[in-house]
């Protein structure tokens, strides 16, 4: 169960016994079982990555047991320091929340919120003010860390910053992102909390704040999101085209960049992944794992599975019960994706249903062989540097 082991000396005890099974028994079994190509989930890989696909997926499945493990920041207790630049994004004004999203909030008991959001420069500009203005056709990039809803931060140092860094590495004229510390979801053993849509909230009101508070126009604004993140700016980017004209709502952003896009909570693709063999190749859970189901569980609350057929929240699904998707007029589009990643066949038709709708506007970067949000991890090379040089040059239009 996730979060179970929530006090010393049993956090204590739990990580020394995992530390020494994982030194002793797991690790001498993963070099012997990784050591030949053709016994490692996909021939590509290099030795370092079948063995640390094995380490970050025991990580996934066990360390997740203890509360607090690995935890850097949240909205509630942002990081601050000399290096750190913390804005803050006021609340969602209630003249620009729909009916719709009023009623989620009714139903799930969520409020609107203030909430902080970390500047990350790019090389060479450091000297920038956390919220200055920008200079004249400045773009920024608008990110949302992933996690499942319910872990990792927008922290610099944490594997969002890793995918940022490598972005402005390759889009020399993104100078500064955005990464927006939206608020977690939680079940229990943990209180119920921040169920959708406080995340879709969260990033309204960050993008309210890049309009109105900083002054970036929307079309230089690059929305963008790994993993969960991405499905929340694929949301936010549907709120802002669903009731474009809504009365001090800012325009649709011009561009939009998904980097392996959680986009179908239906689990309607778990049967065509596991026949692929795609859990063998990723390090995520298996469908029905604990650390699964409590990201479902938190992230949807009272909605439960009847919330996940929302077009906002599974726009890949092949759920006959799940709402109709249009993507008519949404933003130009960058999705990448890994071949060896569980989430491969709903990105697909996630891209797919796009160019149904925007044409052209939607690229697709498959990653041969990659893991779910491989951009995250440096030692996945070439396919990662490969891919970041591709978003380079599709920034580089705009």
């Excluded at 970050?56 to 499945?61: F, G, N, R």
């Excluded at 309607?268 to 596991?274: E, G, L, N, P």
Aim: net charge negative; with cysteine; glycine share 10%.
């Amino acid at each position: 169960m996730v979060n179970e082991i929530r006090s010393q000396p049993a956090k204590g005890a739990f990580l020394l016994y995992q530390g020494l099974v994982t030194t002793f028994v797991r690790l001498p079994w993963w070099i012997l079982s990784s050591a030949a190509p053709a016994a490692r989930p996909r021939r590509s890989w290099t030795f370092k990555q079948a063995l640390l696909r094995k380490g970050i997926h025991l990580a996934q499945d066990e360390f997740v047991r203890v509360k607090g493990f690995n935890f850097i920041s949240d909205a509630e207790h942002p990081i601050t320091g000399p290096d750190v630049k913390l804005s803050w994004a006021d609340p969602v004004p209630e003249a620009l929340l729909t009916p719709q999203i009023q009623e989620w909030m009714r139903i799930t008991k969520v409020s609107t919120a203030r909430i902080p959001g970390y500047w990350i420069d790019g090389a060479g500009h450091g000297s920038t003010p956390a919220g200055a203005p920008p200079s004249k056709g400045e773009r920024v990039l608008y990110h949302f860390h992933g996690g499942g809803y319910v872990r990792m931060s927008a922290a610099p140092h944490d594997l969002a910053g890793k995918i940022i860094d490598g972005i402005m590495e390759h889009a020399p004229s993104i100078i500064r992102t955005f990464n927006l510390e939206y608020r977690l979801a939680s079940a229990p053993p943990d209180e119920s909390a921040n169920a959708f849509p406080a995340a879709l909230l969260d990033a309204i009101a960050g993008y309210v704040y890049l309009v109105r508070d900083v002054g970036f126009a929307p079309e230089d604004i690059i929305l963008s999101g790994d993993s969960a993140g991405g499905n929340l700016a694929l949301a936010l980017a549907r709120y802002l085209v669903e009731n474009a004209g809504l009365d001090g709502l800012p325009a649709v952003p011009r561009s939009l960049l998904l980097l392996s896009p959680w986009v179908d909570l239906t689990g309607s693709h778990d049967k065509q992944a596991i026949a692929d063999g795609l859990f063998e190749s990723d390090y995520l859970s298996l469908p029905g794992t604990a650390v699964r189901q409590y990201s479902l569980d938190a992230f949807l609350g009272p909605l439960g599975h009847d919330g996940s057929l929302s077009r906002y929240i599974s726009p890949a699904s092949v759920d006959g019960r799940a709402e109709p998707v249009s993507f008519r007029g949404f933003p130009r589009t960058f999705v990448s994706g890994g071949s060896g990643e569980s989430f491969a066949p709903s990105i697909r038709l996630l891209v797919k249903r796009m160019r149904e709708d925007i044409g052209d506007e939607c690229t697709y970067v498959e990653a041969p062989d990659a893991v779910h949000d491989f951009l995250a991890f440096p030692f996945w090379e070439p396919e990662r540097t490969n891919t970041l040089k591709a978003i380079g040059s599709w920034i580089a239009e705009l």
